[in-house]
């Protein structure tokens, strides 16, 4: 079964269109995660109505390039201006940024590419093993496991930021509402149409991915200044030295295991990965003092566990059709725009095209390191592409990309106002993640409950007897509640223990 | 991102303008308000689908999920307002340039419909002059190349067909 996989793996890696769109795939991801403003998740969303000229295996393999290369790519800019390309490389500015003013962006930017590849290849290998012995576990799910799985995904949106839990919360369910809009296929009721016929097979995920994630970050950035970067002088990537390596190797370990783990939690991505790899960077560091002057532990921790956060995100992804991160998520409305349904049938029904994710993922893990090594000192100058021009033309992929799905006004109109509705929710603190894990996970939620309850005679409480559903409801509410219960603890305890209180 | 509200402290313009009851709950009652709003009036909405007999529908009528759905926004919108108690609105950042990006973009949406690609040379213009191009060579050529591109790629090369508009 190995053999097969890798002979199918080298397979990939000699069909020259396939190399090709990859390494593009790479490339592109590079340089869109070195531009500040635009991130994998928009990336990957402006170019999923595109995938549909290619092959299903050619279109999620590109995809999935994209998305490992674009969460290096934010590390370039992080280190160099101190913007982060893309949220998940904010940590890697922390100590990068300062390395690089004390004249060391070359040896910064080597470590955070051979870090970055280092996690990446660990959670593929985590992937490759974890997700067919998960999609195994998934053929003993029947539609109630489903909807508990699906509500325990949900609820962890609850854990990406601690501050904005609730609403991303409803974040989540308003995207889930979006998907009920059209008409019920049970019954053939209208549901939030307002009779209007393009609306009656519902709303389509793209138009309101383009919009929510790239109209919504044209017009935040409309409204900024110039951004006015110092930049740092460049000469050359350099490869970590032997000392450096001696110094790094468990940190890359450890982040490279939490960037894994918490990529597979669903709706955990890159951001909160490499946060935690980086404080538990410092934590583990004997130099803990020097983190944050120009540490190289500093940016090899969170660029490990950011770029292990793609492989991880993956794994439930493929193997469950939920998505580890909102990247993931716009993956997932890629195998579906497909018709590739993700879960356990896709392992046996589809084999060539798990192969060619690991074979794209590989390749693009390793060319980002060739590529930062040539060319870091030209995609450091992307961030110099001027506004008035990179802005407008964003707009017009938009526009486009929208139009091309069905060739249908339509979509362009529900772009613009998933636009404009994302505008006034990112300014009230809501983020546009959680909308679209919601609206992918939408159907599946829906359709599940309703098979449920047809199952169970409409007893809810059918639900408890089943131990595995049971399960990922506990799990949903430690979720929930986990973080709420230790605060209220915790401000019982320093009202009780006021002298302790530090 | 959000400043604790203090009593010594004069509030903010746009906590100004929320109003006394506002400031005194904090920014999150207007979201949590217009949420709540809409949840009302989507659950009204719901109340008007079409009604499809118990043996059709199998026992999971159309409207329960969505009404779920409302019930749980509600609750969180309910939790929302509670956690922003005292908290301060969010000053709200400039936004001239943005209504007339979107102004633009808007308006070069409608027209696409009518004029299909041809329209795409005055948005890239429109739009990239308001991000502040005022070079009317480097305006020209972008505003005449990238569709171009666009064009050769998507149309010619992808066979993708734009709107024929007044050109059909």
Known sequence: MALTGAAAVWASFQDVQFLALVLAATLTGILVGALPGLSSSMATALLLPFTIYLQPIEAIAVLSALYCAGTFGGSITAILINAPGAPP????????????????AGRALGMAAVASSLGGIFSLITLILAAPALAKIAYAFGPPEYFALAVFGLSMLASISGEMAVKNLIGGALGVLISTIGVDLTTGVERFTF????LYEGVHFIPVLIGLFAMTELYEQAGKHKPNYERIRLSAMRLPSRADFRRVWATILRS??????VGILPAEGGTVAAMIGYNEAKRWSPNKQNFGKGEIEGVAGPEAANNAATGGAMVPTLALGIPGSATAAVILGGLQMHGLRPGPYLFEEQPALLYAIFAAMLLANVAFLALGLVGAKGFSRVSLIPRQFLWPSVFVLCLIGAYGLRHSM????IMMVAGVVGVFLRRHGFSPAPIVMGLVLG??????????????????AGFL??????????????????????RLLRAIFSKSNPGKRS | MRAPASPDSPPPAADRRLGGAARRLGGAAAEGGVLLALCAWLYWLST??????????QNVPPELFPRMLLLTIAGLSVVM???????????????????LVAAAAWIGCALFAMTGVVILVACCAALCALWGERRPASLALYALLYPAAVYVVFVLFLGLRFPDGVWR
């Open chain 1, 195 to 198: 009779g209007s016929p393009h």
């Open chain 2, 48 to 57: 008007r689908f079409d009604s499809v007999p118990a043996v059709l529908s």
């Open chain 1, 465 to 486: 007897q089943r131990p595995i559903a049971l399960l990922f409801f506990a799990l949903a509410l430690c979720g929930l509640f986990f973080t709420p219960t230790v």
């Open chain 1, 443 to 460: 159907k599946l939620l829906e359709n599940s409950f309703a098979q449920s309850m047809i199952i169970f005679d409409h007893a809810a």
């Open chain 2, 81 to 99: 307002v509670w956690q922003g108690r005292g908290i301060a609105a969010a000053p709200v950042p400039r936004v001239r340039r943005v209504l």
């Open chain 1, 410 to 413: 339509a979509d362009v109109w």
């Open chain 1, 256 to 261: 490279s295991g939490i960037g894994t783990f």
């Open chain 1, 89 to 104: 490389a904010a940590a890697t500015a922390f100590d990068g940024y300062p390395m690089a003013k004390n004249g060391e």
